[in-house]
């Protein structure tokens, strides 16, 4: 029998001025519950970085003027934090490559600084879902970390196995602009591809990121790549931070019929709360009841076990409600008044993607000791 909650005393105050509200304070008793209930973990798979807030003066340990930081993290009890290493698409060239993978290892070097230099006492680096729970269980936040651009690893494959060694545990092939991987969304906008897909290298890489256990990100790639990924690829992908294409009509997001090929395949899509992303309307703004109605349809559409949440924090993202990391916990609530139960929501908020983490992991182990 699932855990129910029932909630006893509720203390919100919020204002309108970002930061300047009082944190949700539930009191809440358990009924019937038995022990196979999942843990929640609230994992946010997509908040962009910018290496100038990682330095001695100014680090994610302060009140940064970010959406994210670690004081408005644990405030908002967020437990993981995936921190994408963004890089904007370029030349396909030598000069292009070589300055892309520049900008790649400037921000592994920061993640690796907030985590080792910065912040030892409060976070870590995780690699696995069991280190995603013994860092929690040690009191401690979770780092992880997304490449957004495979473009910055060059036509050097073996630049795959290095970023996995920095700690990439997905990687997108693409952004805004066709790469050297695959064609990109951007392609509708202006009807030009590259590769009508996949080039030959970036189906390689397809097989690379099977190996070394890295999930594949369909966040940025054309239709037709997403297609060539779901098929080709021995294990689950994920969207990390993309919304149903049904209620917004917009390249980024996924249709139904590619909700279903995530489903087939395994995978989750990280709903995101990126507003232009959920509504085409400017007043109001979006909210947050724009965001449950992405997630509700594509529950609906292809089951609780295949939808997750995002932010796309310090990229666009925020909306109403989910201004900041310090308000993540209003997620939480709105699930809840929307009905879901306790276990859904576990699965919505992390149990899903740690799910998909562990089987990309393990057919990585399948596939080197063939």
């Not at 892309?100 to 879902?129: C, G, H, M, W």
């Not at 795959?160 to 509708?188: C, I, M, P």
């Amino acid at each position: 029998m699932e855990c129910k909650l029932i909630q006893l005393h509720t203390n919100k105050t919020k204002t309108m001025k970002k930061n300047l509200f009082e944190k949700l304070l539930v009191i809440l008793t358990i009924v019937g519950c038995n022990n196979t209930t999942e843990p929640l973990i609230t994992i946010d798979t997509h908040i962009d970085i910018n290496v100038d807030n990682f330095t001695d003066s100014l680090n994610y340990t302060m009140n940064t003027d970010t959406q994210f930081n670690l004081p408005n993290m644990v405030e908002g009890e967020l437990d993981v934090a995936w921190l994408v290493v963004y890089t904007a698409q370029g030349e396909l060239n030598e000069e292009g490559y070589e300055s892309a993978y520049k900008n790649a290892i400037s921000k592994f070097d920061a993640i690796d600084r907030l985590v080792n230099v910065y912040a030892p006492d409060q976070v870590e680096l995780a690699l696995t879902s069991e280190d995603v729970k013994r860092i929690l269980a040690k009191g401690k936040k979770v780092i992880m970390i997304g490449v957004e651009n495979a473009y910055s690893m060059g036509l050097d494959t073996s630049n795959v196995e290095k970023f996995w060694q920095r700690g990439a545990r997905y990687v997108s092939l693409t952004h805004n602009g066709h790469s050297q991987f695959s064609d990109s969304n951007t392609g509708e906008f202006d009807g030009t591809t590259l590769h009508n897909g996949l080039s030959d290298l970036g189906k390689e890489v397809v097989e690379l990121l099977n190996y070394y256990g890295i999930i594949i990100d369909i966040s940025h790639p054309s239709k037709e790549a997403i297609r060539q990924m779901a098929e080709l690829s021995k294990a689950p992908i994920i969207a990390s931070h993309s919304s149903a294409r049904a209620l917004r009509d917009h390249p980024r997001n996924v249709d139904d019929e590619q909700l279903k090929w995530i489903k087939e395949n395994g995978g989750v899509i990280q709903t995101t709360a990126l507003g232009f992303f959920l509504t085409n309307r400017e007043d109001p703004p979006a909210n947050m009841d724009d965001f449950m109605d992405h997630i509700d349809y594509m529950v609906e559409k292809i089951g609780i076990d295949h939808v997750g949440i995002s932010s796309d924090f310090d990229g666009g993202g925020g909306i109403e409600g989910w201004e900041d990391a310090s308000e993540t916990m209003n997620v939480t609530s709105s699930l809840r008044d929307r009905g879901y139960s306790e276990s859904e929501i576990a699965k919505l908020w992390g149990g899903n993607l740690l799910r998909v983490l562990d089987e990309v992991q393990q057919i990585a182990k399948e596939l080197q000791s063939e």
